[in-house]
């Protein structure tokens, strides 16, 4: 027990649980967009694997490290659009078309990765972005070193989740994207575009989730694995239910999931290591995930129109 | 044409729409025009056309030709918006509001260009309360629309037309979902709006109303405009055999004396469940030969008390007995077999599954018992035979016991739920909405139906939402209101208006006090 408090109690491991917070954050934020329009975006894996592919690639060829963030923001864009001109103004069934991207995204990335790189046995590096503590702030005890001393694209996550709120709540446009998800045919009667919202909304957030992807390769490793992602994506489709589609509410629950799975790498390492098998560690996030998410999704409000394709002038 | 209604400047004119869908012909060259101050009622049968025309002037659906014009000038076809910003405003028949936002978001949403950083939450308050005052439509700008009665919601459509400046009004179907005493509100506030000037297109099939709030009615039939008069010029009798094409007079029970009390219900209760009413210690008795009529707004307990009875939900207390026993165990198939033919209240979602063809859905709350089924396996020669049978005594218009009944008008689905429900000859009949959305002919049929079973010896809870239906059908009726039941009342006992009031909740014991 003692273990477990030094833990809880140290800077390091809060640094590490902001840094595996961050690219749950963007893509969270992503798929909340879209499942508030009234879009499933189970695309949100492979879009993360092409995220982390192309913001790596394009600061391997020789872009800056912003430039190579925008590229991965535009290639998840480009899938979403794939996603949203299927599920919207086709309306075809979400969840097929969300895990037909997921598997398009990460075969075309496998194999884009295999035409560009023919002969590497180990993946090349790159210079990722690095620390920038922010002035002051970064000198609280525990918590400066931990939210305010990491890299400006955890920086620029928190940005995301505060704007998120922001423009869902304060907004005309985040009213417009609230209400095609509870009813779109109310969207339609107030003179407004079902279809503009809902592809707007999973462009948006499959682009999101691209830079969260991106963080991986450019922030928190400096190089592209394949099986990197993970099931970080299907993690935060989870995140978005736990949070109750409250951007509020899922960033704490990213912050919950990042500090279990900071906690289990430490965890091996304790004495408790030695008794227990490693697997029970690993395993223990997505556990305690299950029962969060059993508690906290009891009396949760779907967006009443979520995955269902709206159909002008049907009868 | 009345006095004064043709001096007045024309704000829309319809010329020529014409629309279809598929081998339906929804409206066939329809030309009118409305005037500044004035309400047109737009009056026809479920299915004339009624709903499409109105969807092409607000922009939901093309017309595949014609034009409108509002205010001289024309409307481009298939734009919502351009509607709106032509200044015609719609109330839909089923809201369009999103449950999970306020009154005010609803209201807002669509009116302010959606790249402002912020809402402007403020002025749309001060503006939507004044609104609310100056048209006698209360409601809370704050209250979540899921929240609110079905009255509360209608004010909140119109208050989004005009607050959107909408000077045509269209009112499609308004009064379906009221109360009396709300219907007379809802008057209130359309003689208050035309006084200031704007127009109102008000389509329903009740007649009284069209008579009560229309200076001239348009009549529908079968997609054309079959008539068009100066509602001080005409009367129920012309307008019905306008509508109808021809005198179908709906049926009207004898008196019937009853017999044994076959259900019995005491002190039953249950649980609410999401926005409706659960039951509150109900006690209720249905005798062999007696329609009894349930009335009330929905989701005051309606469809707890059907599902009570369906066997789908056994009370949480309080006792369930049929002929005088109460059943070892309650589930819809105890319910079938304890001889209760159901017709439920939404033939799409609950009374068929719209792929199954007419024979799988005639034998479906059968399926797995003789004559359909022999050893576990289905007997199709006798389920088809069945279903055959019911096609022809209950008049289903159909392709044939093969088609899907997805293909059959309302009227005819409900026919082929009548039959499967009466075949089997039931003591007790749960009639929910029977006659909803059917066209008149199909009303007398149904109702006819019912009125032969009662006097065959079944006992029927007829449960409407039209008091007009409840008032001609029942020998005894009950009032339904947050999960509590009136007294009975015998027929003719009370009157619409009175039954309103209970409607609303007044006369319940220790109601008035709170």
């Known amino acids: ?315 | 044409m009345t006095a004064g209604a043709g001096a007045r400047p024309v704000v829309l004119r319809v010329a020529e729409v014409t629309r279809r869908f598929g081998d339906l012909l929804a409206n066939d060259a329809i030309t009118f025009d409305l005037h500044q101050g004035e309400v047109v009622a737009l009056l026809g049968e479920n299915g004339a056309g009624k709903t499409t025309l109105m969807n092409i002037l607000f922009g939901h659906y093309t017309a595949d030709a014609g034009t409108v014009e509002v205010f001289g000038r024309p409307l481009p076809p298939g734009q919502p918006r351009a509607a709106l910003e032509a200044g015609v405003g719609m109330v839909h028949q089923h809201f369009t509001l999103a449950e999970n936002l306020t009154v005010l978001e609803n209201i807002v949403l669509g009116t302010e260009s959606l790249w402002r950083p912020l809402a402007r939450q403020a002025a749309a308050r001060a503006r939507v309360e004044r609104l609310s005052r100056d048209f006698g439509l209360a409601v809370h700008p704050d209250a979540r629309v899921g929240a609110l009665s079905v009255g509360e919601r209608q004010r909140v459509e119109i208050l989004k037309a005009l607050y959107r400046d909408a000077r045509i009004l269209i009112l499609d179907e308004p009064t379906a979902v009221l109360t009396p005493q709300e219907a007379e509100a809802l008057f209130a506030t359309l003689r208050a709006m035309v006084a200031q000037g704007l127009s109102v297109i008000f389509i329903s099939h009740k007649m009284h109303e069209v008579l009560a709030i229309s200076n001239r009615v348009l009549v529908l039939r079968h997609g054309r405009l079959v008539g068009e008069r100066a509602t001080a010029e005409t009367g129920a009798q012309e307008l019905a055999r306008l509508m109808v094409g021809a005198d179908i007079a709906l049926p009207e029970p004898r008196a019937h004396s009853p017999g044994a009390v076959l259900l019995r219900l005491s002190g039953v209760k249950t649980e609410p469940r999401g926005r409706t009413a659960g039951l509150r210690g109900l006690d209720l008795a249905l005798r062999a030969g007696q329609i009894t009529g349930l009335a009330g707004v929905s989701g005051n307990g309606q469809a707890a008390l059907a599902a009570v009875i369906a066997g789908l939900d056994a009370p949480v207390e309080g006792t369930l007995e049929i002929a005088g026993q109460v059943p070892a165990a309650w589930s819809p198939r105890a319910a079938i077999h304890a001889g209760i033919g159901r017709i439920p209240e939404d033939r799409h979602a609950e009374g068929t599954i719209a792929d199954f063809t007419l024979t799988e859905n005639a034998m479906l709350e059968r399926m797995a018992e003789p004559p359909f089924a022999r050893a576990g396996l289905i007997d199709w020669a006798a389920a088809r035979r069945f279903a055959e049978r019911v096609i022809a005594d209950y008049d289903v218009r159909c392709p044939g016991p093969d088609a899907p009944i997805r293909l059959l008008s309302g009227g005819n689905m409900q026919k082929l739920i009548l039959g499967r429900a009466l075949e089997f000859g039931p003591r007790i009949i749960l009639a929910n909405q029977p006659v909803r959305g059917l066209d008149i002919g199909a009303v007398a049929y149904v109702q006819r139906r019912l009125i032969a079973a009662r006097d065959a010896g079944a006992a029927i809870l007829l449960i409407s939402e039209d008091l007009d239906e409840i008032q001609a059908m029942s020998d005894v009726i009950h009032v339904i209101s947050e999960g509590r039941l009136s007294p009975p009342f015998a027929r003719g006992e009370k009157t619409a208006h009175e039954l309103g009031q209970w409607m609303a909740g007044h006369g319940f014991e220790g109601a008035d006090a709170a």
């Open chain 1, 1 to 315: 027990m003692m273990e477990i408090l030094d833990i809880l109690v140290s800077a390091t491991f809060w640094t590490a649980v902001i840094r595996i917070m961050s690219p749950l954050l963007f893509a969270t934020m992503g798929e909340l967009i879209c499942e508030r329009a009234g879009v499933l975006n189970l695309g949100i894996e492979g879009i993360m694997v092409v995220g982390a592919f192309a913001g790596w690639m394009a600061v391997y060829s020789g872009l800056g490290l912003w430039p190579g963030v925008a590229v991965a923001m535009l290639s998840g864009m480009a899938f979403g659009l794939l996603h949203s001109t299927l599920t919207v103004p086709f309306g075809l069934s979400q969840h097929v078309v969300g895990l037909g991207v997921t598997l398009l995204a990460t075969a075309a990335t496998y194999f884009t990765y295999r035409l560009a790189l023919p002969q590497v046995s180990s993946p090349p590096r790159i210079q990722p972005f690095t620390e920038w503590p922010v002035p002051v702030l970064s000198e609280i005890p525990v918590i400066g070193p931990a939210v305010f001393s990491q890299t400006p694209l955890t920086y620029l996550a928190y940005a995301v989740a505060a704007l998120t709120a922001w423009v869902l709540y304060r907004t005309p446009l985040g009213l417009a994207l609230r209400a095609a998800g509870e009813n779109p045919a109310a969207v339609e009667a107030q003179g407004l575009s079902v279809v503009a919202l809902r592809m707007g909304a999973v462009i948006l957030g499959s682009g999101l989730m691209a830079v969260g992807g991106a963080f991986l390769t450019m922030s928190a490793f400096n190089s592209f694995f394949f099986e990197m992602v993970n099931g970080r994506g299907w993690i935060c489709i989870a995140l978005v239910v736990f949070g109750a589609w409250r951007p509020g509410k899922a960033a704490l629950g990213a912050l919950l999931f990042a500090a279990f799975d900071a906690l289990q790498i430490r965890l091996q390492q304790t004495g408790l290591g030695q008794h227990v098998p490693y697997q029970v560690f690993l395993m223990l996030p997505y556990a305690l995930s299950i029962l969060a998410l059993v508690v906290m999704s009891r009396r949760a409000e779907v967006p009443a129109a979520l995955m269902v394709p709206f159909n002008k002038g049907a009868r």
